[in-house]
């Protein structure tokens, strides 16, 4: 007998998750792992602007936090899941980070999604995302923390320096 029971599965139908579609993503590292204190975050932004040019991803917003990695993402390819990308955003992030993080682990087995219904606002969606390191404490203003980027945030930060 098992000493763990089976988690529940939450996922969608793999379905679900086939282009065109909008979703908020989070991505935990393991065991809280710091990636902003370990000097890592350069190579976790470069992979996610390799995987936007090699899927031809809309990235809305993107905030790589300490400890976690939100991201709202549009898939226009309806011959694309983006639980594959994600896997594949996953295991590029590991082997590139190999021998740079300690680790045996980086990321935890699992994430949070959510597909975006047409009645719900993206631009609503992406400013919580970008708000993230406020809330935290990190910043008093979104705009002055360097670990965020997509295309809301440049259309915010063009405005800002009108």
């Not at 379905?15 to 809280?32: E, N």
């Not at 190579?43 to 990695?69: F, Q, R, S, T």
Request: hydrophobic residues 40%; glycine residues 4%.
């Amino acid at each position: 007998m098992p000493i763990y029971t089976k988690r529940r599965n939450i996922r969608l139908n793999k379905m679900a998750y086939q282009g065109p579609l909008t979703i908020a993503l989070t991505l935990c590292f393991h065991k809280g792992i710091d990636v902003i204190e370990a000097d890592l975050s350069d190579k976790v932004l470069e992979v996610i602007n390799y995987v936007k040019g090699k899927y031809d991803l809309d990235i809305y917003a993107y905030c790589l936090m300490p400890d976690h990695l939100h991201l709202l993402v549009s898939l226009k390819d309806d011959k694309r899941n983006i639980l594959d990308i994600v896997k594949h955003f996953k295991s590029k992030v590991s082997f590139e980070l190999k021998g740079r993080c300690t680790a045996k682990q980086l990321w935890q087995d699992r994430f949070y999604d959510h597909v975006l219904r047409k009645d719900e606002d993206i631009y609503k969606q992406a400013r919580y995302i970008l708000e993230n390191p406020v809330r935290k404490g990190l910043v008093i203003d979104f705009m002055e923390y360097k670990c965020m980027g997509g295309l809301y945030f440049e259309e915010l930060k063009n405005a800002h320096l009108m």
